[in-house]
């Protein structure tokens, strides 16, 4: 099992211009759900997406060639991608030689796929295309300037979530302000963060002491997401619940994880201004 302490995370790595897929290093996902109190794969609907800006390879002619790549990690994976071993791998394609963009997707899926248990959704998109990347603005109602009570010494808050009994809506609610450190380097990783629900309105004060509850702690973005999504679960009884989270980018990556009550559709792919 390959544990964060085993990881490139918090070493000085010397960049190697040749193809390595090995370097790709698995990060078991059930020690991080145990800590939450899950057992098994994620029962939910979810996923990791990642977006890679920085992948260049050769054509057959040595002619160099680019693309910014979407991935998405099913969330039922058995392990997580570390994000620096994900960065150096990307760059490790500067000096090969492939014929076609469908080589190069391939090849990337399936290297992925090995690292992560099973399949993986990869998509390149050549600079044509990059007007897709275009940023937008989340959707909802921003609550970061709904008056709260924070204690920035506070762990993280789960009493204060919860949700009026007699109101039930249909709404989303976002906020810029969610902070959390990496657990094995302790550097800060920031996020946007939607939470889409029907159910009894969830109190906005609340939530947002409760993101920003997040400062001190010390977990993977994806782990940060499942908490998020498993306390307003138990304490606002949602019907249908998706949380999503756009993380800022670090070494040419960011990572946005979405986790959902099951049979709930995947959300659409949008990067945020931040991003």
Request: net charge neutral.
């Amino acid at each position: 099992m390959t544990l964060p302490v085993d990881t490139l995370l918090g070493r000085a790595v010397e960049h190697q211009p040749c193809y390595s897929p090995q370097i790709l290093t698995p990060i078991p996902r059930a020690p991080g759900r145990a800590a939450l109190g899950l057992t098994g794969p994620w029962s939910g609907a979810g996923g990791d997406r990642w977006t890679g800006w920085e992948l260049g390879w050769l054509d057959p002619d040595g002619r160099p060639r680019m693309a910014v790549l979407r991935a998405e990690l099913p969330a039922q994976t058995p392990c997580l991608v570390e994000s620096k071993s994900f960065k150096l791998y990307l760059n490790s394609y500067v000096r090969e030689r492939l014929d076609g963009l469908a080589a190069v997707r391939e090849r990337i899926a399936a290297d992925l796929m090995r690292a992560a248990g099973a399949a993986v959704a990869v998509e390149l998109l050549e600079p044509s295309e990059w007007s897709r990347l275009a940023p937008q603005e989340l959707p909802g109602v921003c609550i970061d300037a709904v008056d709260c009570r924070f204690d920035a010494a506070e762990s993280v808050a789960a009493d204060a979530l919860h949700g009026e009994r007699g109101r039930i809506v249909v709404e989303r609610l976002h906020s810029h302000l969610l902070r959390s450190n990496c657990p094995v380097t302790g550097q800060p990783d920031w996020a946007s963060v939607l939470v889409d629900y029907h159910g009894p309105a969830i109190d906005r004060a609340g939530l947002l002491r409760y993101l920003l509850s997040f400062r001190e702690l010390r977990e993977f973005h994806e782990q940060c997401v499942e908490r998020i999504f498993l306390d307003l679960a138990a304490r606002c009884a949602p019907r249908t619940l998706l949380v999503e989270a756009r993380y800022t980018r670090r070494g040419g990556l960011d990572i946005n994880p979405w986790r959902a009550t099951p049979g709930h559709p995947s959300p659409v792919q949008k990067r945020h201004w931040r991003q």
